[in-house]
């Protein structure tokens, strides 16, 4: 039986997301956050209209959920977001004690597992998910600037 809200519908909520980025001439990178099977926040890219280096998908995602649940961590939620998170989004993660991440493209360059980040202990890791889909917005963005 297919799940109707499994992680491939979700990462699909997330590319929603990131093309709203692409949109606004941001990097095409989206987030969601779930709790109990419902999206309590969303996130993209906003660092040019923001003017802010922090501004991304994944902490604007975490900010919304924590703002929703009313609390800081986020143990018992699943982060979905179409490109591996940052150093700096890791770190983040770390902090909300999030329970699970999944992504869905390596980020070869900036990407935190390169980077030798590390998520806390209990958070599950997994991805790639939906690769194709998530790198070819971000080739699509980037051939744009070329």
Known sequence: MIEPFDDNYFMRQALVEAQLAMEEDEVPVGAVVVSKGKIIGRGRNQTERLLDVTAHAEILAISAA??????????????????EPC????????????????FGAEDEKRGFLKE???LHPKTQLIGPI?????????????????
Do not use: H, P
Request: net charge positive.
């Open 87 to 102: 150093s700096m989004c890791a770190g983040a993660l770390f902090w909300s004690q999030i329970g699970k991440v999944v």
């Open 66 to 83: 924590a703002n929703y649940l009313g609390a800081k961590y986020l143990r018992d939620c699943i982060l979905y977001v179409t490109l």
């Open 116 to 118: 030798g980040g590390k």
């Open 130 to 146: 939906m690769r194709e889909e998530s790198s070819e917005l971000l080739k699509q963005f980037f051939r744009g600037k070329r």
